[in-house]
């Protein structure tokens, strides 16, 4: 199979980008979670699967294995990272592509996708994340029975006082030890860790008060979402407000979490392929 690993200039950053498979098959993007993760366990995970595309598995600036950047919030904005996309595609000379998203990588996907129509044939969902407050207070519950503080910014702090980040929301998002367990086993062969020095600029740009459901209702694509009825970080009220507020279709996997594609590998991939053949069979027809 062919495959380019190369870093792309990007505005003030570089990006990390594994390009695989044919030149002239469509293209899928991957925009993962974090902030500060990398798109390994996508392509860990999927990449057999996506065999029949061409697939662009991006870390994002700052994070993974995409050079480090000053711990500076100017460069650590969701405006920044659709901008990073925007500059790929052009850099890589692609006419337009599917964003595949995963958790706070849905907002960037979204974003994208409200910006640059004409760029974007589609848009796939992971369990995604698009109203942070909502998203703390699950954490926060999900932890101690005290009553939520008023200003976000306390409840993050006194939170993560308690336990790490990367532990508070493995707590939600799996179901099962033994999915946790492959999922951390894969991200340790791959030496990777998310990066808490970009989760700690995005929230000095105040990413635990921001909600995008509003945007939402300006999408002029409609995103398939797919999600897990277990995973407590997005199911149900985030994926269904995406897939209400934005006219899209929401597929429920049984008994997944956060990381379907490890719970259930069998029902993510047909899912996904529903998904993309809907938006393939759709873009060749019009």
Do not use: C
Request: no cysteine.
């Amino acid at each position: 199979m062919r495959e380019e690993i190369q870093l792309v200039p990007v505005g003030e950053a570089e990006l990390y980008v594994e390009d695989v498979g044919p030149l002239d098959a469509p293209v899928l993007v991957t925009v993962h979670g974090g902030p500060g993760g990398s798109s390994h366990a996508f392509r860990a995970f999927l990449g057999e699967e996506l065999s029949d595309y061409r697939v662009l598995y991006v870390d994002q600036r700052g994070g993974g294995r995409s050079p480090r950047l000053p711990e500076d919030p100017r460069l650590f904005t969701i405006d920044a990272l659709v901008e990073d996309l925007e500059d790929l595609r052009h850099a890589l000379g692609i006419e337009r592509w599917t964003p595949l998203a995963q958790g706070f990588g849905a907002v960037v996907a979204l974003e994208y996708a409200r910006r640059f129509p004409g760029a974007v044939d589609g848009v796939v969902l992971v369990g995604p994340w698009v109203h942070f407050p909502w998203l703390l207070k699950r954490l926060w519950q999900s932890l101690t029975e005290a009553p939520f503080p008023e200003e976000p910014e306390e409840a993050a702090e006194a939170l993560f006082a308690q336990v790490s980040v990367e532990e508070a929301f493995r707590r939600l998002a799996f179901p099962t030890a033994h999915g946790r367990m492959h999922y951390e086993w894969v991200q340790d062969g791959g030496l990777l860790v998310p990066e808490d020095a970009v989760l700690r600029m995005f929230a000095a740009n105040g990413l635990w008060r921001f909600d995008y459901t509003p945007y939402l209702l300006e999408l002029p694509h409609r995103p398939f979402v797919l999600v897990g009825d277990a995973d407590g970080t997005s199911y149900p009220e985030q994926a269904e407000a995406v897939a209400d507020l934005a006219g899209g279709e929401m597929i429920v996997l049984e008994g997944a979490g956060h990381h379907p594609y490890v719970d259930d590998p069998d029902s993510f991939t047909r899912a996904l392929y529903q998904a993309l053949d809907t938006i393939y069979a759709f873009t060749e027809g019009s």
